[in-house]
């Protein structure tokens, strides 16, 4: 593992608000949270101040993924959010390097691979099977996004290996654009 390449996140941080426009109670968070009811009863705005951030819809990051990169989200459907039930979210490590990913056709890294470094906004343009069933992340965390475009559910995959979809908590092998998490 390249440790020299993953930045401390010590300063990272996000400000979660009960309602919209950054109004309400607040939690502010700097780490990983399985449980975030406890502080909040709903979140309808964010302020993501430093870092990526996945959050999860369910408690212990469980549920619906969203991964929110620096900036200001007055209102859950600015992050594409169905709801305003976030109850966990998960800080991505920073990383500085190179991003590299391996995608399979069949489970157990088998079949077609295609590896990336960039992202790719349409996996059909560069990718003629029609699903994706197993992944190996070797640099770099990146999210799976169901559509083209960077449209649709959301799957946070980080450095590892993937031997089924259902392992990046996908419930079918569908994926049309990939994204390499970078704290922008």
């Known amino acids: ?31 990983d949270c399985p449980e975030l009811s406890s502080h909040l009863s709903r979140c309808r705005s964010v302020r993501v101040k ?16 969203y991964v929110l990169t620096r900036g200001e989200y007055p209102d859950y459907r600015h992050w594409k959010g169905n709801n305003d039930s976030i109850r966990s979210c998960h800080l991505i490590p920073s990383f500085s390097g190179t991003f590299r990913i391996r995608i399979f056709e069949k489970p157990d890294f088998s079949g077609q691979m295609l590896e990336c470094t960039q992202d790719v906004n349409q996996l059909s343009d560069v990718w003629s099977p029609e699903a994706v069933h197993s992944a190996q992340v070797q640099d770099g965390s990146w999210i799976f996004y169901e559509l ?17 979809f259902g392992e990046w908590a996908a419930m079918e092998p569908t994926v049309g654009s990939l994204w390499r998490v970078r704290d922008i």
Request: hydrophobic share 30%; with cysteine; glycine share 8%.
């Open 1 to 31: 593992m390249r440790l020299m390449n993953v930045l401390l996140s010590a300063n990272s941080w996000i400000i979660f608000y009960q309602e919209q426009s950054f109004r309400g109670d607040n939690y502010e968070c700097s780490s």
């Open 148 to 164: 083209p475009d960077y449209r649709g559910r959301q799957h946070l995959l980080e450095r590892g290996q993937y031997r089924r």
């Open 50 to 65: 430093s870092g990526a951030w996945v959050l999860f819809e369910r408690p212990n990051y469980l549920g619906d993924q």
